[in-house]
């Protein structure tokens, strides 16, 4: 994975890279401008020449830095960085075809000058520089007013996980801090990066939390907040929620067959909504293009989502959405020690390829993170 030690962030695009916002701070209406060539410069980075294995990840000291294109960019110095599932998949070409449009919408490009490619969602560190229209930051920043509680270590584990349990909790769920007390939720999937953020976020909102996950990881969600916990090693998952009340609230983040069950455990006629993570947005881009792959993925949501209403229950996916406003709720639980960081393990960045063998292998108890400084 490319872990730079500089990078550009947007902050009114849709970006893959999330950052903490919160006051806004005037600046000048000029500012100075360098003739120095940015290609001068050069920094170490870990990336990718083509997708694949493990092995396609490469070490340079020769990256170019970046520069701000547009003025609504900041240019930042990492100093922490996560690794998520996801990263690991588009490693291996997950998402290559949605990106390379976002990148490229005209597309003049030919197929594969997106390499070298870095690879990665969250950070943490220092505003070096920023465009004329950025309003929210100045240089030297913390990554941009992050929780004052937490470490760049602490505080990078935390962005991609927590906007996307808060994208399917509270924008495609309708769960919030007001609506929340008593509600009966369950979180399929609750010891990795969302599920260990999902559990504290519907904890500090005075719901009732069952966890699902395995027996060497209950302990971990109990200490997060979890009423019940149910391992679903143990025995079949469907005998087992047959003893619990129904539930309010699904959230999914394992997928595969466990939407075929799943619903039958929510409340009939009463509002409640099963929401995954688990969708195939992506890999319909990858596999049909991106015309066939959108219509694709609207007839599947869509039938689905019909099958259920008809059934007394609300079918949702939930994805990824970055949000300013979202993280200043999020630093606010944090700093309120409603929610804290869960990280499994640190690297450092001459380990970037072991971290993303670590998060391969699955079975997350919380964030894998790398110590860039």
């Avoid at 588009?90 to 998402?95: D, E, P, Q």
Wanted: net charge positive; hydrophobic share 40%; with cysteine.
């Amino acid at each position: 994975m490319g872990f730079l030690k500089i990078c550009v962030l947007r902050r009114n695009a849709c970006t893959a890279l999330c950052f903490w916002r919160n006051q806004i701070v005037e600046k000048p209406l000029v500012r100075k401008i360098t003739t120095t060539s940015p290609r001068s410069t050069v920094m170490p980075a870990w990336v990718i020449d083509k997708y694949g294995n493990n092995e396609v990840l490469r070490f340079t000291q020769n990256m170019m830095l970046p520069m701000i294109h547009y003025p609504n960019e900041v240019v930042i110095k990492v100093h922490a960085a996560s690794i998520n599932p996801i990263d690991v998949n588009m490693r291996s070409g997950y998402g290559a075809t949605a990106l390379n449009m976002k990148r490229d919408p005209l597309h003049i490009r030919i197929k594969g000058e997106e390499f070298p490619l870095t690879l990665g969602r969250d950070v943490s560190g220092v505003v070096m520089e920023c465009g004329l229209d950025v309003k929210y930051f100045k240089p030297g920043d913390e990554v941009s007013h992050k929780p004052k509680s937490l470490t760049h270590t602490q505080a990078a584990s935390l962005p991609y996980v927590a906007l996307t349990a808060w994208s399917a909790i509270n924008k495609v769920g309708g769960l919030n801090d007001k609506n929340c007390r008593g509600k009966r939720v369950l979180i399929l999937g609750a010891s990795g990066g969302v599920g260990t953020f999902a559990i504290q976020v519907m904890k500090a909102w005075d719901a009732h939390v069952t966890a699902v996950c395995s027996q060497d990881a209950s302990e971990l969600v109990r200490k997060l907040g979890a009423d019940d916990v149910i391992d679903y090693k143990s025995g079949n998952m469907e005998e087992q929620l047959k003893s619990f009340k129904p539930f309010d609230f699904i959230l999914d983040n394992v997928g595969g067959s466990t939407e075929t069950w799943a619903l039958n455990f929510l409340k009939k006629w009463s509002g409640a909504t099963y929401v995954t993570l688990v969708t195939p947005f992506l890999l319909n881009m990858d596999r049909l293009g991106i015309a066939d792959g959108m219509l694709q993925t609207g007839v599947t949501v869509g039938s689905k989502t019909l099958k259920h209403f008809w059934q007394g229950v609300h079918y949702r996916w939930a994805f990824f959405m970055a949000s300013g406003p979202y993280l200043d709720d999020i630093a606010e639980l944090v700093d309120a020690g409603k929610i804290q960081p869960v990280i499994e393990k640190t690297f450092p960045f001459s380990k970037v390829p072991e971290a993303f063998l670590k998060v391969e292998r699955g079975h997350a108890r919380g964030k894998t993170v790398i110590k860039v400084v």
